[in-house]
Protein backbone atom coordinates (compact mmCIF):
# COMPACT_ATOMS: atom_id res chain seq x y z
CA UNK A 1 0.00 0.00 0.00
CA UNK A 2 1.56 3.35 -1.00
CA UNK A 3 1.56 6.08 1.79
CA UNK A 4 -1.37 8.05 0.27
CA UNK A 5 -3.49 5.69 0.67
CA UNK A 6 -3.35 5.98 4.12
CA UNK A 7 -4.95 9.39 4.12
CA UNK A 8 -9.24 9.37 3.08
CA UNK A 9 -10.80 10.54 -0.84
CA UNK A 10 -9.93 13.91 -1.14
CA UNK A 11 -6.60 14.49 0.77
CA UNK A 12 -4.85 17.28 -0.14
CA UNK A 13 -1.23 16.80 -1.69
CA UNK A 14 0.67 20.30 -1.96
CA UNK A 15 3.49 22.49 -1.80
CA UNK A 16 4.53 25.68 0.83
CA UNK A 17 5.70 28.63 -0.16
CA UNK A 18 6.13 32.12 1.64
CA UNK A 19 5.68 35.36 -1.10
CA UNK A 20 9.13 37.44 0.12
CA UNK A 21 10.76 34.02 -0.12
CA UNK A 22 10.28 33.29 -3.93
CA UNK A 23 8.25 36.38 -5.66
CA UNK A 24 11.16 38.78 -6.13
CA UNK A 25 10.03 42.12 -7.99
CA UNK A 26 10.29 43.65 -4.71
CA UNK A 27 9.11 47.49 -6.56
CA UNK A 28 6.83 46.02 -8.98
CA UNK A 29 3.55 47.34 -9.88
CA UNK A 30 3.06 49.92 -6.65
CA UNK A 31 4.42 47.25 -4.06
CA UNK A 32 5.49 49.11 -0.50
CA UNK A 33 8.87 47.99 1.34
CA UNK A 34 8.32 45.11 3.99
CA UNK A 35 10.12 45.11 7.04
CA UNK A 36 12.19 42.19 5.12
CA UNK A 37 13.38 44.09 2.66
CA UNK A 38 14.37 47.00 5.31
CA UNK A 39 16.11 43.98 7.46
CA UNK A 40 17.76 41.91 4.63
CA UNK A 41 19.24 45.36 2.96
CA UNK A 42 21.10 45.42 6.99
CA UNK A 43 24.74 44.32 6.55
CA UNK A 44 25.24 41.10 8.79
CA UNK A 45 21.63 40.14 8.93
CA UNK A 46 21.26 37.74 5.92
CA UNK A 47 24.37 34.90 5.42
CA UNK A 48 26.79 36.06 2.71
CA UNK A 49 24.56 38.91 2.64
CA UNK A 50 22.12 37.74 -0.23
CA UNK A 51 19.18 39.32 -0.97
CA UNK A 52 15.86 38.55 -1.80
CA UNK A 53 15.48 41.36 -4.99
CA UNK A 54 14.75 38.12 -7.31
CA UNK A 55 14.91 35.11 -5.34
CA UNK A 56 13.19 32.52 -7.77
CA UNK A 57 11.57 35.45 -9.98
CA UNK A 58 7.98 34.10 -9.04
CA UNK A 59 6.66 36.95 -9.75
CA UNK A 60 7.30 36.49 -13.60
CA UNK A 61 7.73 32.93 -13.91
CA UNK A 62 4.37 31.98 -11.57
CA UNK A 63 2.61 30.15 -15.01
CA UNK A 64 6.13 28.36 -15.43
CA UNK A 65 5.56 27.49 -11.42
CA UNK A 66 2.10 26.38 -11.39
CA UNK A 67 2.72 23.96 -14.51
CA UNK A 68 5.83 22.17 -12.50
CA UNK A 69 3.24 22.13 -9.73
CA UNK A 70 1.03 19.94 -12.11
CA UNK A 71 4.11 18.39 -13.74
CA UNK A 72 4.39 16.74 -10.22
CA UNK A 73 0.88 15.83 -9.68
CA UNK A 74 0.13 18.46 -6.58
CA UNK A 75 -3.33 19.09 -5.71
CA UNK A 76 -2.98 21.73 -3.62
CA UNK A 77 -0.60 24.92 -3.33
CA UNK A 78 -0.08 26.85 -0.56
CA UNK A 79 1.47 30.41 -0.99
CA UNK A 80 1.40 33.29 1.03
CA UNK A 81 -0.10 37.32 -0.41
CA UNK A 82 2.07 39.63 0.56
CA UNK A 83 0.92 42.97 2.52
CA UNK A 84 2.50 45.35 0.64
CA UNK A 85 1.75 44.62 -2.73
CA UNK A 86 -1.97 45.19 -1.83
CA UNK A 87 -1.61 47.95 0.64
CA UNK A 88 1.83 49.49 0.04
CA UNK A 89 1.83 51.29 3.37
CA UNK A 90 0.11 48.45 5.60
CA UNK A 91 -3.46 50.49 5.61
CA UNK A 92 -5.74 53.03 3.25
CA UNK A 93 -5.62 53.03 -0.68
CA UNK A 94 -5.52 49.54 -1.71
CA UNK A 95 -3.81 48.58 -4.71
CA UNK A 96 -5.23 46.81 -7.25
CA UNK A 97 -2.15 45.67 -9.67
CA UNK A 98 -0.21 44.08 -6.34
CA UNK A 99 -4.14 42.43 -5.49
CA UNK A 100 -4.17 41.42 -9.39
CA UNK A 101 -1.00 38.86 -9.07
CA UNK A 102 -2.66 37.04 -6.82
CA UNK A 103 -6.02 37.20 -8.87
CA UNK A 104 -4.15 35.74 -11.88
CA UNK A 105 -1.87 33.11 -10.22
CA UNK A 106 -5.64 32.23 -8.52
CA UNK A 107 -7.56 31.29 -11.82
CA UNK A 108 -4.30 29.41 -12.87
CA UNK A 109 -4.31 26.85 -10.18
CA UNK A 110 -7.71 26.69 -10.29
CA UNK A 111 -7.75 25.73 -13.92
CA UNK A 112 -4.90 23.22 -13.13
CA UNK A 113 -6.80 21.36 -10.69
CA UNK A 114 -5.12 22.83 -7.91
CA UNK A 115 -6.07 23.93 -4.62
CA UNK A 116 -5.31 27.55 -3.35
CA UNK A 117 -4.71 27.50 0.29
CA UNK A 118 -3.21 30.98 0.76
CA UNK A 119 -1.65 32.75 3.59
CA UNK A 120 -2.52 36.26 4.67
CA UNK A 121 0.37 36.71 6.92
CA UNK A 122 3.89 35.12 5.99
CA UNK A 123 6.18 37.54 7.95
CA UNK A 124 6.52 40.84 5.59
CA UNK A 125 4.73 43.56 7.73
CA UNK A 126 4.81 46.68 5.68
CA UNK A 127 7.17 48.89 6.88
CA UNK A 128 5.09 51.86 7.59
CA UNK A 129 2.70 49.37 9.66
CA UNK A 130 5.91 48.77 11.60
CA UNK A 131 7.34 52.56 11.86
CA UNK A 132 4.07 53.49 13.73
CA UNK A 133 4.97 50.08 16.50
CA UNK A 134 4.78 47.39 14.87
CA UNK A 135 3.03 44.17 16.18
CA UNK A 136 3.46 45.57 20.04
CA UNK A 137 1.13 47.85 19.23
CA UNK A 138 -2.87 46.95 18.85
CA UNK A 139 -3.66 48.81 15.70
CA UNK A 140 -1.60 46.44 13.57
CA UNK A 141 -3.67 43.64 14.39
CA UNK A 142 -7.09 45.93 13.68
CA UNK A 143 -4.90 46.66 10.02
CA UNK A 144 -4.73 43.52 9.70
CA UNK A 145 -8.49 42.87 9.73
CA UNK A 146 -9.28 45.35 7.41
CA UNK A 147 -6.25 44.14 4.94
CA UNK A 148 -7.61 40.50 5.55
CA UNK A 149 -11.22 41.71 5.10
CA UNK A 150 -10.08 43.15 1.70
CA UNK A 151 -8.39 40.46 0.45
CA UNK A 152 -11.12 37.47 1.07
CA UNK A 153 -13.70 40.24 -0.64
CA UNK A 154 -11.63 40.32 -3.58
CA UNK A 155 -10.95 36.43 -4.20
CA UNK A 156 -13.06 34.75 -1.60
CA UNK A 157 -15.51 33.80 -4.45
CA UNK A 158 -12.81 31.22 -5.58
CA UNK A 159 -10.50 30.40 -2.71
CA UNK A 160 -12.09 28.76 -0.15
CA UNK A 161 -9.29 28.21 2.39
CA UNK A 162 -7.27 30.53 4.17
CA UNK A 163 -4.54 30.49 6.74
CA UNK A 164 -4.34 33.95 8.93
CA UNK A 165 -0.60 34.21 10.37
CA UNK A 166 2.47 31.59 9.69
CA UNK A 167 3.62 30.58 12.43
CA UNK A 168 3.02 33.38 15.36
CA UNK A 169 5.81 31.66 17.74
CA UNK A 170 8.14 33.39 14.91
CA UNK A 171 6.65 36.69 13.88
CA UNK A 172 7.02 37.44 17.90
CA UNK A 173 10.49 35.04 19.49
CA UNK A 174 12.26 35.81 16.42
CA UNK A 175 11.54 39.28 15.23
CA UNK A 176 10.82 40.78 18.75
CA UNK A 177 12.83 38.82 21.43
CA UNK A 178 15.62 37.28 20.01
CA UNK A 179 16.08 40.20 16.71
CA UNK A 180 17.00 37.36 14.74
CA UNK A 181 14.26 38.38 11.65
CA UNK A 182 12.83 41.39 10.87
CA UNK A 183 12.14 44.02 12.29
CA UNK A 184 15.32 42.57 14.12
CA UNK A 185 14.34 43.83 17.79
CA UNK A 186 15.54 42.54 21.02
CA UNK A 187 13.14 43.42 23.31
CA UNK A 188 11.45 41.19 25.85
CA UNK A 189 8.70 43.23 26.74
CA UNK A 190 7.66 44.20 23.17
CA UNK A 191 7.76 40.37 22.12
CA UNK A 192 4.87 39.93 24.60
CA UNK A 193 2.63 42.28 23.55
CA UNK A 194 3.42 41.48 19.97
CA UNK A 195 2.40 37.89 20.42
CA UNK A 196 -0.75 38.84 22.18
CA UNK A 197 -1.44 41.08 18.75
CA UNK A 198 -0.51 38.34 16.70
CA UNK A 199 -3.27 36.37 18.19
CA UNK A 200 -5.26 39.07 18.02
CA UNK A 201 -4.73 39.60 14.10
CA UNK A 202 -5.89 35.89 13.84
CA UNK A 203 -8.96 36.44 15.50
CA UNK A 204 -10.04 39.71 14.14
CA UNK A 205 -8.79 38.17 10.51
CA UNK A 206 -10.91 35.13 10.95
CA UNK A 207 -13.84 37.50 11.36
CA UNK A 208 -13.50 39.29 8.73
CA UNK A 209 -12.53 36.76 6.36
CA UNK A 210 -15.44 35.31 6.80
CA UNK A 211 -17.57 38.50 6.71
CA UNK A 212 -16.41 39.33 3.28
CA UNK A 213 -17.19 36.20 1.66
CA UNK A 214 -19.16 33.11 2.40
CA UNK A 215 -18.04 29.56 2.67
CA UNK A 216 -14.57 30.14 3.29
CA UNK A 217 -12.83 27.74 6.09
CA UNK A 218 -10.18 29.64 7.72
CA UNK A 219 -7.02 28.76 10.09
CA UNK A 220 -3.85 29.08 11.39
CA UNK A 221 -0.14 27.39 10.95
CA UNK A 222 1.30 27.34 13.91
CA UNK A 223 5.12 25.49 14.01
CA UNK A 224 5.04 22.80 16.61
CA UNK A 225 8.08 21.52 18.00
CA UNK A 226 8.98 18.40 20.33
CA UNK A 227 10.77 19.82 24.00
CA UNK A 228 12.94 16.92 24.88
CA UNK A 229 14.53 16.68 28.69
CA UNK A 230 18.01 16.15 28.52
CA UNK A 231 17.41 13.65 31.05
CA UNK A 232 14.48 12.56 33.82
CA UNK A 233 16.36 15.25 36.49
CA UNK A 234 13.27 17.18 37.59
CA UNK A 235 14.97 20.83 36.60
CA UNK A 236 15.41 19.34 32.88
CA UNK A 237 11.86 18.20 32.81
CA UNK A 238 10.47 21.68 34.90
CA UNK A 239 12.55 23.64 31.92
CA UNK A 240 11.20 21.17 28.97
CA UNK A 241 7.58 22.28 30.18
CA UNK A 242 8.20 25.79 30.00
CA UNK A 243 9.68 25.47 26.53
CA UNK A 244 6.76 23.60 25.56
CA UNK A 245 4.41 26.34 26.96
CA UNK A 246 6.79 28.98 25.03
CA UNK A 247 6.98 27.43 21.54
CA UNK A 248 3.53 25.38 21.18
CA UNK A 249 0.86 25.93 24.30
CA UNK A 250 1.49 30.39 23.80
CA UNK A 251 -0.49 30.17 20.48
CA UNK A 252 -2.56 26.50 20.72
CA UNK A 253 -4.33 27.24 24.28
CA UNK A 254 -5.30 30.97 23.33
CA UNK A 255 -7.14 29.74 20.40
CA UNK A 256 -8.33 26.31 21.97
CA UNK A 257 -8.80 27.45 25.16
CA UNK A 258 -9.47 31.09 24.95
CA UNK A 259 -6.39 31.05 27.76
CA UNK A 260 -2.46 31.83 27.67
CA UNK A 261 -0.82 28.94 29.23
CA UNK A 262 -0.75 29.58 33.59
CA UNK A 263 3.21 27.94 33.76
CA UNK A 264 4.42 30.49 31.02
CA UNK A 265 2.51 33.43 32.31
CA UNK A 266 4.08 33.13 35.46
CA UNK A 267 7.34 32.39 34.38
CA UNK A 268 7.56 35.44 32.44
CA UNK A 269 5.62 37.71 34.83
CA UNK A 270 3.80 38.57 32.37
CA UNK A 271 1.12 41.51 33.58
CA UNK A 272 -1.29 40.10 30.71
CA UNK A 273 -2.12 44.33 30.83
CA UNK A 274 -2.59 44.25 26.89
CA UNK A 275 -5.44 42.01 26.78
CA UNK A 276 -8.80 43.48 26.48
CA UNK A 277 -11.80 42.39 27.39
CA UNK A 278 -13.28 40.19 24.46
CA UNK A 279 -9.90 39.75 23.08
CA UNK A 280 -9.63 35.92 23.53
CA UNK A 281 -13.00 35.23 22.53
CA UNK A 282 -11.87 36.27 19.53
CA UNK A 283 -9.26 34.75 19.25
CA UNK A 284 -10.78 31.39 20.71
CA UNK A 285 -13.98 31.59 18.15
CA UNK A 286 -13.89 27.96 16.10
CA UNK A 287 -11.30 27.79 13.78
CA UNK A 288 -12.35 25.71 10.54
CA UNK A 289 -8.82 23.77 10.51
CA UNK A 290 -5.23 23.79 11.87
CA UNK A 291 -2.27 24.14 10.17
CA UNK A 292 0.78 22.59 11.51
CA UNK A 293 4.48 23.49 10.26
CA UNK A 294 6.49 20.43 12.22
CA UNK A 295 10.58 20.21 11.10
CA UNK A 296 12.25 18.53 14.08
CA UNK A 297 12.58 18.65 18.10
CA UNK A 298 14.90 20.22 20.35
CA UNK A 299 16.39 18.71 23.33
CA UNK A 300 16.37 21.43 26.38
CA UNK A 301 18.15 21.15 29.39
CA UNK A 302 18.55 23.05 32.86
CA UNK A 303 21.68 24.67 32.65
CA UNK A 304 22.19 25.16 36.27
CA UNK A 305 22.47 20.97 36.43
CA UNK A 306 25.89 19.49 35.65
CA UNK A 307 26.24 16.52 33.56
CA UNK A 308 27.16 14.52 36.96
CA UNK A 309 24.14 15.15 38.43
CA UNK A 310 22.09 14.08 35.56
CA UNK A 311 20.72 10.73 36.50
CA UNK A 312 19.97 8.95 32.74
CA UNK A 313 20.55 10.72 29.90
CA UNK A 314 17.12 10.66 28.20
CA UNK A 315 18.50 11.54 24.97
CA UNK A 316 21.86 10.56 22.94
CA UNK A 317 22.42 13.01 20.26
CA UNK A 318 23.00 11.07 17.63
CA UNK A 319 20.34 11.71 15.34
CA UNK A 320 20.85 12.82 11.78
CA UNK A 321 21.01 16.94 11.55
CA UNK A 322 19.90 18.88 8.43
CA UNK A 323 21.73 21.47 6.56
CA UNK A 324 19.48 23.60 9.00
CA UNK A 325 21.35 21.79 11.91
CA UNK A 326 17.85 20.42 12.90
CA UNK A 327 17.82 16.62 14.22
CA UNK A 328 15.91 14.02 11.89
CA UNK A 329 12.67 13.04 13.95
CA UNK A 330 10.06 11.86 12.20
CA UNK A 331 7.99 10.46 15.55
CA UNK A 332 7.72 13.92 16.53
CA UNK A 333 5.06 14.86 14.22
CA UNK A 334 3.11 12.01 15.21
CA UNK A 335 3.48 12.17 18.56
CA UNK A 336 2.65 15.77 18.70
CA UNK A 337 -0.63 15.51 16.63
CA UNK A 338 -1.53 12.90 18.75
CA UNK A 339 -1.11 14.80 21.78
CA UNK A 340 -2.62 18.10 20.75
CA UNK A 341 -5.99 16.06 19.15
CA UNK A 342 -6.43 14.77 22.68
CA UNK A 343 -5.91 17.75 24.63
CA UNK A 344 -7.73 20.13 22.48
CA UNK A 345 -10.08 18.08 20.05
CA UNK A 346 -8.84 19.29 16.79
CA UNK A 347 -10.79 20.40 13.33
CA UNK A 348 -9.94 19.03 10.30
CA UNK A 349 -6.18 19.10 10.57
CA UNK A 350 -3.34 19.95 7.97
CA UNK A 351 0.62 19.25 8.05
CA UNK A 352 0.74 23.21 6.51
CA UNK A 353 4.64 22.28 6.41
CA UNK A 354 7.19 20.05 6.91
CA UNK A 355 10.36 19.07 4.87
CA UNK A 356 14.17 19.25 5.07
CA UNK A 357 17.27 20.89 3.29
CA UNK A 358 20.25 19.12 2.81
CA UNK A 359 23.30 19.74 0.95
CA UNK A 360 21.73 18.71 -2.58
CA UNK A 361 24.12 18.47 -5.48
CA UNK A 362 23.15 18.90 -9.58
CA UNK A 363 25.41 16.78 -11.30
CA UNK A 364 24.58 15.97 -15.16
CA UNK A 365 20.87 18.29 -14.68
CA UNK A 366 19.49 15.67 -11.94
CA UNK A 367 19.18 15.97 -8.07
CA UNK A 368 19.39 12.30 -6.55
CA UNK A 369 18.55 13.33 -2.85
CA UNK A 370 17.64 10.24 -1.63
CA UNK A 371 17.76 11.29 1.32
CA UNK A 372 14.97 13.81 1.11
CA UNK A 373 12.68 11.15 -0.35
CA UNK A 374 13.90 9.27 3.33
CA UNK A 375 12.77 12.05 5.01
CA UNK A 376 9.64 12.62 3.39
CA UNK A 377 8.84 8.83 3.39
CA UNK A 378 9.22 8.79 7.68
CA UNK A 379 7.27 11.83 8.06
CA UNK A 380 4.10 10.85 5.89
CA UNK A 381 4.16 7.33 7.63
CA UNK A 382 4.69 9.09 11.51
CA UNK A 383 1.33 11.55 10.09
CA UNK A 384 -0.32 8.20 8.57
CA UNK A 385 -0.34 6.68 12.18
CA UNK A 386 -1.26 9.75 13.90
CA UNK A 387 -4.12 9.79 11.00
CA UNK A 388 -4.80 5.84 12.33
CA UNK A 389 -5.26 6.84 15.87
CA UNK A 390 -7.73 9.08 14.87
CA UNK A 391 -6.06 12.88 14.22
CA UNK A 392 -8.36 14.11 11.40
CA UNK A 393 -5.77 14.67 8.92
CA UNK A 394 -7.06 16.26 5.44
CA UNK A 395 -3.40 17.18 3.56
CA UNK A 396 -0.20 17.73 3.88
CA UNK A 397 2.00 20.68 2.11
CA UNK A 398 5.97 19.95 1.38
CA UNK A 399 8.29 22.78 2.43
CA UNK A 400 8.78 23.70 -0.17
CA UNK A 401 8.21 23.62 -4.00
CA UNK A 402 11.42 24.94 -5.14
CA UNK A 403 14.93 26.27 -3.56
CA UNK A 404 14.27 29.70 -1.96
CA UNK A 405 15.41 32.69 -0.08
CA UNK A 406 15.69 30.90 2.94
CA UNK A 407 15.20 34.30 5.53
CA UNK A 408 18.14 34.76 7.75
CA UNK A 409 20.06 31.66 5.87
CA UNK A 410 19.71 33.58 2.75
CA UNK A 411 20.25 30.80 -0.53
CA UNK A 412 22.29 28.62 1.72
CA UNK A 413 19.86 25.90 2.03
CA UNK A 414 17.75 24.14 -0.40
CA UNK A 415 14.51 22.88 0.63
CA UNK A 416 12.79 22.56 -2.88
CA UNK A 417 11.26 19.70 -4.52
CA UNK A 418 12.67 21.02 -7.23
CA UNK A 419 16.31 23.08 -7.79
CA UNK A 420 16.36 26.42 -8.72
CA UNK A 421 19.38 28.05 -10.62
CA UNK A 422 19.73 31.36 -9.33
CA UNK A 423 21.65 32.86 -12.06
CA UNK A 424 19.54 31.14 -14.92
CA UNK A 425 15.97 30.84 -13.14
CA UNK A 426 15.84 26.99 -14.32
CA UNK A 427 14.03 24.74 -12.07
CA UNK A 428 14.80 21.24 -12.53
CA UNK A 429 12.67 18.31 -10.87
CA UNK A 430 14.62 16.63 -8.13
CA UNK A 431 13.95 13.17 -7.57
CA UNK A 432 11.79 13.35 -4.60
CA UNK A 433 9.63 15.35 -6.41
CA UNK A 434 9.09 12.59 -8.72
CA UNK A 435 9.05 10.25 -6.10
CA UNK A 436 6.26 12.30 -4.84
CA UNK A 437 4.02 12.33 -7.79
CA UNK A 438 4.10 8.58 -7.97
CA UNK A 439 2.85 8.37 -4.59
CA UNK A 440 0.33 10.56 -5.20
CA UNK A 441 -1.20 9.26 -8.17
CA UNK A 442 -0.75 5.79 -6.71
CA UNK A 443 -2.77 7.46 -3.41
C1 LIG B 1 9.35 27.83 8.56
C2 LIG B 1 8.85 28.99 7.73
C3 LIG B 1 9.15 28.85 6.26
C4 LIG B 1 10.51 28.26 6.03
C5 LIG B 1 10.68 26.98 6.80
C6 LIG B 1 12.00 26.30 6.59
O1 LIG B 1 9.62 28.27 9.85
O2 LIG B 1 7.47 29.14 7.87
O3 LIG B 1 8.99 30.10 5.66
O4 LIG B 1 11.46 29.18 6.34
O5 LIG B 1 10.53 27.25 8.16
Redesign the pocket.
Known sequence: MSIAQSFSDGFVWGA???AF?IEGALDADGRGESIWDRFSRTPGNIRNGDSAAIACDHYNLWQKDVAIMKEIGLNGYRFSISWPRVFPSGTGKMNPAGLGFYDRLVDALLEAGITPFPTLY??DLPQGLEDAGGWPRRSTAYAFADYAGAVVEHLGDRVKHWVTI??PW?VVELGYRFGEHAPGRRDASAALDAAHHVMLAHGLGMQAAKAAASGVAVGI?K?VDVKTPRSTHPADIRVAALEDAFRNRWYLDPVFRGEYPHDGVVARNWDQACVLPGDLDAISAPMDFVGF?Y?SRTVVQDNSVSDAERPRPLVEADLPRTT?GWEVYPDGLRDLLVRFNGDYQLPPVYVT?N?V?FPDQLVDGAVHDENRRVYLEQHFAAAAEAHAAGVPLRGYFI??LMDNF??AMGYT?R?GLVWTDFDTQERILKDSARWLGEEISRG
Open positions: ATAQHWNECANNYMEGAWTEWPF
